[in-house]
């Protein structure tokens, strides 16, 4: 199987399980602000998170389903994230996966609230989960780690921070660990734990995630500067305009794709004590995909 032919399968899973989350009420006004929580939902994106915990947990065992409530979970904190991320407060967007963003559809305090509710919605589904206690424990650690104050929302925090200020290389490399590496390193650790694999096998598979998250990132700078909102589905050259130094800022634009092809060797070069198999060749499919993308 391809990564195409995979991601068209994971996707209609993965899109139907995240359907069957939202219990309908009998007053009225809750249900539309159920509506607004699927808003930003329904808007597509790539669900890289999902599909990577999917993909690692098929990894190391067939029955990649257990990894399914896991997955969503990481896909409604990513979806808050960016309904946060788009506010007038921080990177104040008004387009995000090609549709008007959270507040400009529904008004600010709407948006906040939408993120508030998919957030704790995400830890919420995960009681639903099928996989056992201890490794429930596990998974609910990496994604609390991942997108608390010491990964995501630390990065976040920085990233604000820092715009039109002084910024070393060393501090770059750790907003970009925190904002977006944080969540694709949880993605590969949270299906390898489902799959209730040995610690060093969730270590060694760790190291792919963290090279690919890193890649995405360096990507997203390069796309910030080459790109344009109808491709992204977002306004593009927003980091040059507040400031924020990238990879691209730091080293130019063709030194930054090759900080990320690097990457992506590394990370292919960290599966390479694993037999061959239909999930490694898509995994490897998929790191090449990350710097190839265009949005």
Same mark, same amino acid.
């Given at each position: 199987?391809?990564?195409?032919?995979?991601?068209?399968?994971?996707?209609?899973?993965?899109?139907?399980?995240?359907?069957?989350?939202?219990?309908?009420?009998?007053?009225?006004?809750?249900?539309?602000? /159920?509506? @607004?929580?699927?808003?930003?939902?329904?808007?597509?994106?790539?669900?890289?998170?999902?599909? $990577?915990?999917?993909?690692? #947990?098929?990894?190391?065992?067939?029955?990649?389903?257990?990894?399914?409530?896991?997955?969503?979970?990481?896909?409604?904190?990513?979806?808050?994230? *960016?309904?946060?991320?788009?506010?007038?407060?921080?990177?104040?967007?008004?387009?995000?996966?090609?549709?008007?963003?959270?507040?400009?559809?529904? +008004?600010?305090?709407?948006?906040? *609230?939408?993120?508030?509710?998919?957030?704790?919605?995400?830890?919420?589904?995960?009681?639903?989960?099928?996989?056992?206690?201890?490794? $429930?424990?596990?998974?609910?650690?990496?994604?609390?780690?991942?997108?608390?104050?010491?990964?995501?929302? @630390? +990065?976040?925090?920085?990233? *604000? %921070?820092?715009?039109?200020?002084?910024?070393?290389?060393? @501090?770059?490399?750790?907003?970009?660990?925190?904002?977006?590496?944080?969540?694709?390193?949880?993605?590969?650790?949270?299906?390898?734990? #489902? =799959?209730?694999?040995?610690?060093?096998?969730?270590?060694?598979?760790?190291?792919?995630?963290? %090279?690919?998250?890193?890649?995405?990132?360096?990507?997203?700078?390069?796309?910030?500067?080459?790109?344009?909102?109808?491709?992204?589905?977002?306004?593009?050259?927003?980091?040059?305009?507040?400031?924020?130094?990238? %990879?691209?800022?730091?080293?130019?634009?063709?030194?930054?794709?090759?900080?990320?092809?690097?990457?992506?060797?590394?990370?292919?070069? =960290? *599966?390479?004590? %694993?037999?061959?198999?239909?999930?490694?060749?898509?995994?490897?499919? /998929?790191?090449?995909?990350?710097?190839?993308?265009?949005?």
């Amino acid at each position: 199987m391809k990564l195409k032919e995979y991601i068209d399968i994971r996707l209609k899973e993965i899109n139907s399980e995240i359907d069957n989350i939202f219990e309908e009420s009998n007053i009225e006004l809750e249900n539309q602000f /159920l509506e @607004m929580m699927k808003y930003p939902l329904d808007a597509g994106g790539k669900r890289i998170r999902p599909i $990577l915990t999917l993909l690692a #947990c098929e990894f190391f065992s067939e029955d990649y389903k257990k990894a399914i409530i896991p997955a969503i979970s990481l896909e409604l904190i990513h979806t808050y994230s *960016l309904v946060h991320d788009d506010l007038p407060s921080m990177d104040n967007d008004d387009f995000r996966r090609g549709k008007h963003t959270t507040h400009i559809k529904y +008004g600010e305090a709407n948006a906040i *609230l939408v993120g508030d509710a998919l957030l704790t919605t995400a830890f919420q589904i995960l009681t639903k989960s099928s996989i056992n206690n201890d490794s $429930l424990r596990k998974v609910l650690y990496e994604i609390s780690y991942a997108s608390g104050y010491q990964g995501m929302v @630390m +990065g976040q925090m920085l990233d *604000l %921070y820092f715009e039109n200020k002084q910024l070393d290389f060393e @501090m770059l490399k750790n907003i970009h660990s925190k904002k977006t590496a944080a969540m694709i390193r949880a993605a590969i650790r949270v299906g390898a734990l #489902c =799959s209730e694999q040995s610690s060093i096998n969730i270590e060694n598979i760790t190291k792919y995630g963290e %090279y690919i998250g890193l890649a995405f990132q360096i990507q997203d700078d390069i796309l910030d500067v080459i790109s344009d909102k109808d491709t992204l589905g977002k306004t593009a050259g927003k980091d040059q305009n507040v400031g924020k130094l990238t %990879y691209v800022k730091q080293f130019g634009l063709e030194e930054a794709k090759n900080k990320a092809n690097d990457a992506i060797e590394k990370a292919i070069k =960290s *599966l390479d004590n %694993y037999q061959n198999s239909n999930a490694k060749s898509i995994l490897i499919e /998929l790191a090449k995909y990350i710097v190839e993308r265009q949005n």
